[in-house]
């Protein structure tokens, strides 16, 4: 399961339970009369209902924000409401929204939120019981903003390192065989509906083998990483570069047409081959474009470049014997 989908669903099912818990919650503050507390938190309820209904309903499409903004903003007004009321209780309540924002918005979207969700805490509790209770109430808000922000940072960087290492190649750097496929298929959707074409370029080093065995895997791959760097320093921005095999990388190229292909894929082999490489002396390349037709699917697409790609080694073999004779 996509770790995007994973997440979704475990925000369905924690807005579910958190109504759940205020509906608990409310039966408790009724029997010790708190009515005015019963009212504010049965805003809550149907909040986080709405909230976990929207993402179920919309749990193929796209992830929208707006309804984690709103659902943040409610339940941080809601407390702001009875501070002063209940001053400890509901200072109680508010330590646990840096957690929960975090969890659902964006490292800076939920901190520019807490920031001002502490701000406002500290001088509602300054007006009404002095300096320094407003001054205590800040400081245990922003110890546990900063503990939040702490652990939704490393836990970015882990999910990071994570994807980049389920997608990229690790030796050459470019995307990997899997996401290539997936890539491919979105590409083509999208350029079904808007009518865009799409193209391929093949880009195969020859006589790979014989470099491996001449020069060793370290030098190749040091070769494969810097031959991938500089890969994307000639294509357009929004193109991307994947290795399908040792050999064999494919340019993924979106808006793109058979003439605008051809064109990029001459001017890549050339820039490329004419670069030194060491301690490769001299980088022979065989290449192929292919544009997506309508109605062709990405492996016909795929299938179609490497049969393009294999007839173009052929000529250049049999061109090189005749030319030997």
Same mark, same amino acid.
């Given at each position: ?57 919309? +749990? !193929? ?73 407003? &001054?205590?109430? *800040?400081? @245990?808000?922003?110890?546990?903003? *900063? ?21 990229? $190649?690790?030796?050459? *750097? ?15 959707? +999208?350029?079904?509906?808007? @009518? !865009? ?15 491996? !065995? ?24 929004? $193109? ?12 993924? &190229? ?16 050339? @820039? ?5 490489? !060491? ?15 309508? *109605? ?30």
């Amino acid at each position: 399961m996509p770790q995007q989908q994973l997440t979704l669903r475990i925000q369905i099912v924690l807005y579910t339970l958190a109504a759940f818990a205020i509906c608990i919650l409310m039966i408790d503050q009724y029997r010790q009369g708190l009515y005015s507390l019963v009212l504010s938190n049965s805003i809550g309820v149907p909040a986080f209902l709405f909230s976990a209904i929207f993402l179920y309903i919309n +749990r !193929d499409h796209s992830p929208s924000l707006w309804v984690h903004h709103i659902l943040i903003s409610l339940l941080a007004i809601l407390a702001l409401y009875q501070l002063l009321d209940y001053p400890t209780l509901m200072t109680h309540y508010l330590y646990a929204l840096p957690l929960f924002s975090f969890f659902c918005l964006p490292i800076l979207n939920a901190t520019v939120i807490n920031i001002i969700v502490a701000l406002m805490t500290s001088i509602m509790m300054w007006n009404e019981f002095g300096w320094q209770e407003g &001054l205590r109430s *800040g400081t @245990n808000y922003c110890l546990f903003l *900063g503990s939040a922000w702490c652990y939704a940072y490393l836990t970015q960087i882990k999910q990071n390192s994570l994807r980049r290492l389920a997608l990229t $190649d690790q030796v050459s *750097g470019a995307y990997n065989k899997r996401h290539f496929y997936h890539t491919l298929d979105r590409e083509i959707s +999208r350029s079904e509906n808007s @009518n !865009d074409p799409i193209s391929l370029i093949a880009l195969t080093v020859d006589d790979y083998h014989q470099m491996m !065995d001449i020069h060793g895997r370290r030098s190749i791959a040091s070769f494969l990483s810097l031959f991938t760097e500089r890969s994307r320093t000639i294509i357009r921005a929004g $193109d991307e570069i994947f290795r399908l095999e040792e050999d064999l990388f494919i340019l993924l &190229l979106p808006h793109c047409p058979n003439d605008g292909a051809i064109v990029l894929m001459e001017r890549i082999k050339r @820039n490329l081959q004419q670069q030194s490489w !060491d301690p490769i002396p001299e980088l022979n390349l065989s290449t192929s474009a292919a544009t997506w037709s309508t *109605g062709e699917t990405a492996q016909e697409l795929q299938k179609r470049l490497l049969q393009s790609l294999t007839k173009q080694q052929k000529t250049t073999l049999q061109l090189a014997a005749f030319s030997e004779q």
